[in-house]
């Protein structure tokens, strides 16, 4: 069983950045597989980044302005947010999945509460 909890979430303005945390439990953390998803109002949650230990991929729509890093040691996950947007806004969530690398929401197992990102114009 893994439990994830997300922090880092605000209010910023466009242009500005913010950095989100997604700490773990588990004592295989280093072997999941850990995504970000994030999900605006009235939409699907969609993906935004994953990272499998020996390498990354990113949704076309962050790419460059986003970067996940995870600390194994410490059983956390990051995200930071450079050049955000207003159509950044959304509920961010971290994922992990044991078994697979997707970019499909339901083939992870564990999710997170998810932590409110604004961005404002």
């Known amino acids: 069983q893994v439990q994830l909890v997300e922090s880092g979430g605000g209010l910023v303005q466009a242009g500005g950045s913010l950095r989100l945390s997604c700490a773990a439990s588990g004592r295989t953390f280093s072997t999941y597989a850990m995504a970000w998803f994030r999900q605006a109002p009235g939409k699907e949650r969609e993906f935004v980044v994953v990272d499998w230990g020996r390498g990354n991929s990113y949704a076309d729509s962050v790419k460059g302005r986003f970067t996940i890093s995870r600390d194994n040691a410490k059983n956390m996950v990051y995200l930071q947010m450079d050049s955000l947007k207003p159509e950044d806004t959304a509920i961010y969530y971290c994922?992990?999945?044991?078994?697979?690398?997707?970019?499909?929401?339901?083939?992870?197992?564990?999710w997170g509460q998810g932590t409110q990102v604004t961005v404002s114009s």
């Open positions: 994922a992990a999945d044991e078994r697979r690398v997707s970019r499909v929401p339901g083939e992870y197992d564990y």
